[in-house]
């Protein structure tokens, strides 16, 4: 029985292993953790800010994001950064702690991706076969779309969401409050194609809500209710992600049982921190490797529309080549280019930067659009620019 796990999950991991190789070849090497120094699955190791820090450009940038002076970013509730393994900045405005849950809204996505390589790492899923759904008939197009296409979002659907001119001109405003909110997965499929899959980039929150259900029916597939399925989904993602690294977040789920996916995981800054420590260590823990080799260089290189240098696999790239295509980076400055990040709504990021062994998580509320977004890089930028780079290891 062991044996045939082990065979399984080299089976399902091996659709990674040629994009990965190539990708590797480009990607800035990923640091490990500092010898001898502990791993933040309870408590985080402290340190004061490196010598090598611009003071004063870091000091600007944190005192414009808490005195509330930079208008566009509106309210930053929490700032915390981990360099060489241990937390060097960590702030909280005011009426909360290192202990409150903030929402991740589209980080959540990056979750997802997770969760779907742990489920590859057990042999459960194999990424370039089928993903399908069981509101499809067989042989229907959209029933032949690949979970990696559907992780590189280009899956072709018609669907709005950024860039949307109103709130009821946005589909996720109709799939998680309007008439999709009793059944979110119902209302993603039923979105028809109006590309050929695999050929063209959208930015797709159905798309993630048909991951996750897809991967609840490989990992519950005989629910005997919806708590069931609930409870019994949660309890997997506790023992394949989230225990493991020391997360203890709040994961809403849908009326039918299911886990959103595309958003609504409440976490602390320092629980997000280890998540994106996941993905500065590739994917190992302690030791322990959570994620597939190759899931998080999978995560951080283009997906395949040559017309989009901006997005991986569920995470955000920064462009090598001036400001990005089709839409701006967060982080524009090219000396920082192997920076990848978690983006969710109201201005909630993680950024991970291999140059600079260095994860920045910024949680807060700003109510604007593009403007917001273009000030919120320019801050970061300005934040992670203050620290000095780390030569790889």
Do not use: C
Not at 280 to 309: H, I, M, Q, Y
């Amino acid at each position: 029985m062991l044996r045939g796990t082990i065979f399984a999950t080299i089976l399902a991991t091996l659709p990674l292993l040629a994009p990965a190789e190539q990708a590797s070849a480009q990607l800035f090497p990923l640091p490990p953790q500092p010898a001898g120094l502990a791993w933040p699955t309870a408590e985080w190791a402290e340190a004061p800010l490196p010598d090598d820090v611009d003071r004063a450009a870091f000091d600007l940038a944190v005192t414009e994001a808490f005195a509330g002076s930079h208008e566009q970013m509106g309210q930053t509730r929490a700032v915390l950064i981990v360099q060489g393994g241990r937390i060097v900045f960590e702030r909280y405005a005011e009426g909360y702690t290192r202990d409150t849950r903030l929402i991740s809204w589209s980080m959540a996505k990056s979750v997802t991706h997770a969760l779907v390589g742990a489920a590859v790492l057990q042999g459960r899923i194999a990424i370039d076969t089928p993903m399908g759904s069981p509101h499809w008939r067989a042989g229907e197009r959209r029933a032949s779309i690949t979970w990696r296409q559907w992780l590189n979002m280009v899956d072709g659907q018609d669907y709005t969401e950024i860039g949307a001119p109103s709130i009821l001109a946005n589909d996720v405003t109709h799939m998680l409050y309007g008439a999709g909110r009793g059944d979110t997965a119902r209302f993603a499929a039923g979105l028809p194609l109006i590309h050929d899959p695999g050929a063209h980039w959208n930015y797709n929150s159905a798309g993630t809500i048909l991951i996750a259900d897809a991967l609840t029916r490989t990992i519950v597939a005989d629910p005997q209710s919806l708590t069931d399925r609930r409870n019994r989904m949660r309890t997997w993602m506790d023992a394949s992600l989230f225990g493991p690294i020391g997360m203890h977040p709040v994961v809403e789920f849908d009326p039918s049982g299911l886990w959103y996916g595309s958003a609504l995981i409440w976490a602390s800054a320092r629980d997000f921190a280890r998540f994106g420590t996941l993905y500065l260590r590739g994917g190992v823990w302690d030791g322990t490797r959570v994620l597939p080799e190759g899931w998080v260089d999978f995560a951080r290189s283009r997906g395949p529309d040559a017309a989009t240098d901006i997005y991986g696999a569920h995470w955000w790239l920064t462009s090598a080549h001036g400001t990005g295509t089709p839409m701006r980076s967060l982080i524009v400055d090219t000396s920082m280019a192997d920076a990848f990040s978690a983006q969710g709504h109201e201005g909630q990021i993680i950024v991970i930067v291999p140059s600079k062994d260095l994860v920045m998580v910024r949680l807060g509320l700003f109510q604007g659009g593009t403007e917001a977004w273009d000030a919120l890089g320019d801050w970061s930028t300005r934040l992670i620019g203050a620290f000095g780079n780390r030569p790889a290891r």
